[in-house]
């Protein structure tokens, strides 16, 4: 993507080993022009078929795996971070 000047790559002036990647004019155009409507359409056609109702019962359930994602995921990370506690103080 780089290569094809659609974004570019600098040093992060707070922290050398990092990189900042950011879109270009190029990259905003192949995405936003070529790409999205393609998305779209593509989403577009995989619901035809499902009603209202059907689409609401399936955020429903997407959006309650997502909440019992981020409860497992801040589990680990507060056992994550009490490991670490032990660890400081033994």
Do not use: C
């Not at 790559?9 to 990092?18: G, N």
């Not at 078929?49 to 589990?75: C, P």
């Amino acid at each position: 993507m780089e290569r094809d000047g659609h974004v570019a790559i600098a040093p992060d002036p707070r922290d050398r080993r990092s990189r900042v990647v950011t879109m270009t004019d190029s990259g905003r155009h192949v995405w936003h022009d070529l790409a999205l409507p393609k998305i779209h359409a593509y989403y577009a056609q995989v619901l035809e078929d499902f009603s209202t109702n059907d689409v609401t019962h399936a955020l429903h359930y997407l959006l309650k795996m997502l909440d019992s994602m981020k409860r497992i995921d801040e589990a680990d990370r507060d056992g994550a971070d009490e490991a670490a506690v032990d660890t400081a103080e033994a």
